[in-house]
């Protein structure tokens, strides 16, 4: 079942600013992946943060992970045209491979 | 290195008939393989789990007659479609696990007519 609820749904920013998405979920983890979706395409991985961190950063995006509040943040600083995609959250439950993903959300960054 | 493809990357098949997925991981083995789902503006569905040399997992909903996953080898699992009606037409995505990370292929886009 999807245990991941991400917010905002759909956003819509001018270039140079920065987005914000957050992802929450309902059962422990090991770790949380964000990926990145072009329209049709494939899943491209961003980032892995596990458990046991709070904060990475990887270029222009910062990922935060609050454990206690069960939810995490994607942070992608100076946006450019190329980020508008779709992004999703992924947990894995303690103890299994497979990843739950969120519901996404689907930025567009206009010029 | 990881890379993961799929064959073919867009199928057309008549409601009825069967089409098969191919899902291999290029340069590196996989014991576990995972196919999603996705309909259009929604999220990845896992369909199943896929392991080299056994019978696949099923998530809860998913109909195993259906859709027959097989992994014959560390590199390659496919997805079988069985009898396609239209409302299996979506967006089918595999992936390879490596250490604790997925890695995702390019999807394959079915339409069943």
């Known amino acids: 079942s999807q245990q991941g609820e991400e917010d905002p749904q759909a956003l819509s920013i001018q270039e140079g600013e920065n987005a914000t998405m957050n992802c929450s979920y309902k059962?422990?983890?090991?770790?949380l992946q964000w990926y990145r979706q072009n329209s049709g395409r494939g899943l491209v991985h961003l980032i892995l943060i596990r458990s046991n961190e709070r904060e990475k950063h990887s270029g222009r995006l910062r990922v935060t992970l609050d454990t206690s509040k069960k939810s995490s943040s994607l942070l992608i600083t100076a946006s450019r045209a190329a980020d508008t995609a779709s992004y999703f959250c992924a947990t894995d439950n303690r103890g299994a491979q497979k990843l739950v993903f969120g519901q996404g959300t689907r930025l567009t960054i206009n010029p | 290195g990881a890379v993961v493809s799929q064959h073919p990357s867009r199928v057309i098949c008549k409601s009825g008939t069967s089409v098969k997925i191919e899902c291999r991981s290029l340069?590196?083995?996989?014991?576990?393989m995972f196919w999603y789902r996705q309909f259009p503006k929604q999220s990845l569905m896992l369909m199943a789990t896929?392991?080299?040399?056994?019978?696949?997992?099923?998530e809860q909903g998913v109909e195993k007659d259906k859709f027959l996953i097989n992994h014959a080898s560390l590199t390659l699992s496919t997805l079988t479609v069985t009898s396609a009606h239209p409302e299996d037409s979506s967006f089918y995505i595999c992936?390879?696990?490596?250490?604790?990370?997925?890695?995702f292929g390019p999807g394959t886009r079915l339409t069943v007519t």
């Open positions: 340069d590196f083995q996989a014991t576990t």
């Open positions: 896929s392991n080299e040399g056994s019978k696949a997992t099923y």
């Open positions: 059962t422990s983890i090991n770790n």
């Open positions: 992936s390879a696990s490596l250490s604790y990370e997925q890695y």
